[in-house]
T-cell receptor, first 114, second 114 residues
């Protein structure tokens, strides 16, 4: 079973601060996705990274996939209260007959205070 | 499109009772899956289906059954509920299990087993 370790589990910061969330594994993934989840709702996809070393930007969010495709990070610049939520990373199996099953990290609960 | 719908939104069961969690999608997606979400553990895959008539086990299948008679529907059955099955259940679908494909999640069913 592939495991994804996500850190930190909780993050409480003030508006305007920067933050980074990490997602690490000893396994190689064919792709890695980041989701954001609001209370009472299902996760919503933010981004998919596929190539080792790939960097994607989504407004103030920057996502990076490690060179070896075993880890990823999410960096938020100048966090705003609207960024508050649960952030989840999820990796897809790299091969075999797994039909691309997703393995999720434990999640990071981000709270941004005004 | 309604996307992925789940019913009921909330459910309370007594130990030993059975029930079916409903999931439907109107996007003609081939790939559907069920996850459970517990605090500090992210989402864990229960069962998945790559098309009508085809299902397979995920990471935590014990105590759950699924079937896929149509492309649109993917119900999850609890045959004899146990307190350990208290959780939030999410159904998800994607066009295919290809590694870059987006999974769309339903709003979830919050289940409590007493």
């Amino acid at each position: 079973t592939q495991l994804l370790e996500q850190s930190p589990q909780f993050l409480s910061i003030q508006e305007g601060e920067n933050l980074t969330v990490y997602c690490n594994s000893s396994s190689v993934f064919s792709s890695l996705q980041w989701y954001r989840q609001e209370p009472g709702e299902g996760p919503v996809l933010l981004v998919t990274v596929v190539t080792g070393g790939e960097v994607k930007k989504l407004k103030r969010l920057t996502f990076q996939f490690g060179d070896a495709r075993k880890d990823s990070s999410l960096h938020i610049t100048a966090a705003q209260p609207g960024d508050t939520g649960l952030y989840l990373c999820a990796g897809r199996d790299a091969g075999g007959t797994s039909y691309g099953k997703l393995t999720f990290g434990q999640g990071t609960i981000l709270t941004v205070h005004p | 499109n309604a996307g992925v719908t789940q019913t009921p939104k909330f459910q309370v069961l007594k130990t030993g009772q059975s029930m079916t969690l409903q999931c439907a999608q109107d996007m003609n997606h081939e790939y559907m899956s069920w996850y459970r979400q517990d605090p500090g553990m992210g989402l864990r895959l229960i069962h998945y289906s790559v098309g009508a008539g085809i299902t397979d086990q995920g990471e935590v299948p014990n105590g759950y059954n699924v079937s896929r008679s149509t492309t649109e529907d993917f119900p999850l059955r609890l045959l004899s509920a146990a307190p350990s099955q208290t959780s939030v259940y999410f159904c998800a679908s994607s066009y295919s299990p290809v590694y870059t494909d987006t999974q769309y999640f339903g709003p979830g069913t919050r289940l409590t087993v007493l």
